[in-house]
């Protein structure tokens, strides 16, 4: 075992906001993603089929049903991931073939193979899809500004509804009663 030195995701991930980081190299080092995910449909999944995948095993060991049965939950998965932010991401970086990857093994884990869940799970910080991972590949996932300005100006309105702080005040004596 190596002593010494840094490790890979050692340390805290980056902070797009931390004050001491403000340098020039920082603003340009951050990819903004769009809040509403990638448009359009998803490309071809790029992996061989588990039904291709079965003719080459003994017959005996052949399960045609579970192959479609895992063929159509990668499909599902692979559609629905690639609504994501982080898929404007992965298709200007060409990730296909990583997203790919990452829905099979995943698919292959939620079937209760623990060796494939935790590959999920490292493919999953490779494609930046938890908050840490995010921060690590320096992406942002930018917000809806205009769904806040709804938010702000709904709890304006409510606030303007109460009383004044003019209403609310009183008159307190001191103890002598004038």
Known sequence: MGSGGARVNSGPA?????????????????????????????????????????????????DEALAKALDARELTVWREIWKTPQAVAWDGLGWRHDVGMYVRVLVAGERGNLKAAGEARQWSDRLGLSQTALLRNRWRISTDELGEKREEKKQNNSRARRESARDRMHVVRNGSGK
């Open 14 to 62: 980056p902070d797009p906001n931390a004050l001491r980081r403000m340098r020039k190299t920082d603003s340009s080092g951050w990819t903004t993603l769009p809040a509403e995910g990638r448009k359009g449909n998803a490309p071809a999944f790029p992996l061989e089929k588990w039904r291709d995948q079965e003719k080459f095993k003994p017959s005996e060991e052949r």
